[in-house]
């Protein structure tokens, strides 16, 4: 009996989803509520939302309207019509791994959390005195309105640029602008109803303890959605953040109650997979049976901050400050074309030593995504001995532990087969724990299109698209 292939890897997410959270985080930092509202945690400066500060995120979002505006549904119809008319010359349909993003921390520096444990430890007279005024003044406050308006025509400028410079996804590009500025102002509409005050975000299976914020809570439920619709090829994969406010009861009511079926954690937005807000969900993860996916190779979309702080625990338990300095980082280790200072700082499969070395954390589940990213694949394989190569480190973590597997999504390059050729010869671990996937729909992003990447790995070893993914997913068919 053939089994089913599967990608590992995928996001079914859409430009109004980036959109939906750039509004949420700016408009809550323009109140000094980002990225918590001041009955979350204690209420520190208004900040400014200058065109600097989003102008990321604002290509971000441009990009993903650019290849990326069609629904969830339409998403995964589009992937199985690719693969149908691919050279694998399928039978039936694929199964789908689509991850979720949560990229509503991208602003977040991490000084909210310090500056809430500072005061926490101020009697509470001084606390009082020490909380310093909104830097930004009510009535410089632009209205609702006014900076939507702002935020959509930044995204459509930037639409403009890339739309003419792309010839890829021509599936995609519309032919004018307008069903962009159409799509946009959806989001807009939806967005004031929703803060209506008729409309709480009550009825939340976790209740009212979790921070949910509108793009997050929308994908998550058209996430739900599709699972119930195609139970049988579709799995998806929760967003972690440890900052998320009820992380750990969503984990709890999406994955391990609800239909869920692993975590995605997204280090480049910056935090460390040692995180100590992450070891009760890796605990969790153990117990139930939940498979783990984090970003690792050194591009992607990073935090906008420059200078993070962070925690990290240590596997004697111990917790220690961490800080990310963007140019101390950068004099010291060379960042490419293609590459991000967060990404090399965070998503570095070293950072896991920690975590699966800790006490009962060895037996985890772990795909390191991208394998460590296509040109440290292409480097190792042709031979390359720098022990910081992140494919190197990912094999070594493979060996070292049962549990350790790596996709190759995003590796659209025409000799990546004959690369991981060459090192299953010398690593024949690989071959057990490499896992194929496309991260479409990133992939439609300056890339080949998810056609021709099926096409492209036509001949890959059949037990990276069936056996390494149903052991890493613990799924038979
Ligand atoms: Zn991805």
Redesign the pocket.
């Known amino acids: 009996m053939n089994n089913r292939n599967i990608d590992v ?1 995928c ?1 079914f997410f859409n430009a109004a989803f980036a959109f939906n959270e750039l509004l949420e985080a700016g408009w809550r930092l323009l109140h000094g509520d980002y990225p918590y509202k001041s009955n979350e945690l204690l209420k520190a400066k208004a900040l400014a939302v200058t065109t600097r500060k989003v102008v990321g995120y604002v290509k971000y979002i441009a990009s993903l309207l650019v290849t990326a505006a069609r629904s969830p549904q339409a998403n995964y119809d589009y992937e199985q019509d690719c693969y149908a008319k691919s050279q694998w010359h399928p039978s039936r349909p694929i199964i789908t791994v689509p ?1 979720m993003m949560d990229i509503f921390f991208a602003f977040d520096n991490g000084s909210r959390q310090q500056r809430k444990t500072r005061l926490e430890t101020l009697p509470a007279a001084e606390r009082k005195t020490a909380i310093a005024p909104a830097s930004v003044s009510e009535r410089e406050i632009p209205t609702f309105d006014e900076f939507a308006e702002k935020m959509k025509n930044m995204v459509i400028e930037e639409y403009k640029r890339q739309a003419a410079r792309k010839s890829v996804a021509r599936t995609y590009t519309p032919k004018s602008a307008l069903p962009v500025v159409r799509e946009l102002d959806r989001v807009i509409a939806t967005f004031k109803a929703e803060a209506m005050p008729a409309v709480a975000t009550k009825g939340l299976p976790s209740g009212g303890n979790v921070q949910m914020t509108r793009g997050y809570k929308k994908h998550l439920k058209e996430l739900k959605a599709l699972r119930k619709k195609n139970p049988d090829t579709v799995f998806p994969f929760l967003a972690v953040d440890p900052r998320r406010i009820g992380i750990e009861k969503l984990v709890r009511d999406q994955v391990v109650r609800g239909s869920f079926h692993g975590v995605k954690l997204y280090c480049p937005l910056g935090y460390l997979p040692s995180h100590p807000d992450l070891y009760p969900i890796y605990k969790l993860c153990i117990k139930h049976h939940i498979p783990v996916t984090a ?1 690792t190779s050194p591009g992607g979309f990073p935090s906008q901050c420059s200078n993070i702080r962070t925690l990290s625990r240590k596997k004697d338990g111990t917790v220690v400050p961490v800080v990310f300095d963007k140019k101390t980082f950068e004099a010291t280790h060379p960042v490419k074309k293609g590459e991000k200072a967060q990404s090399l700082f965070f998503a570095n499969p070293e950072n896991w030593t920690e975590v699966i070395e800790s006490d009962g954390l060895d037996t985890l589940h772990i795909n390191f ?1 991208h394998f460590g990213g296509q040109e440290d694949i292409k480097k190792y394989a042709a031979g390359s001995a720098d022990p910081t190569n992140w494919t190197a480190r990912i094999i070594g973590l493979m060996n070292r532990f049962k549990h350790v597997y790596a996709d190759i ?2 590796c659209p390059d025409d000799d990546m087969l004959q690369a991981i050729d060459a090192i299953v010869s010398r690593h024949p671990i690989v071959e057990e724990r490499l896992m194929f996937g496309t ?1 479409f729909v ?1 992939l439609m992003i300056d890339k080949i299109g998810l056609r021709n990447y099926f096409n492209q790995y036509t001949g890959i070893k059949p037990r990276m698209m069936t056996a390494n993914p149903q052991a890493f997913l613990r799924y038979t068919q």
Do not use: Y
């Open positions: 890897h996001h991850l970003h995504a999504s995003f991260d990133m």
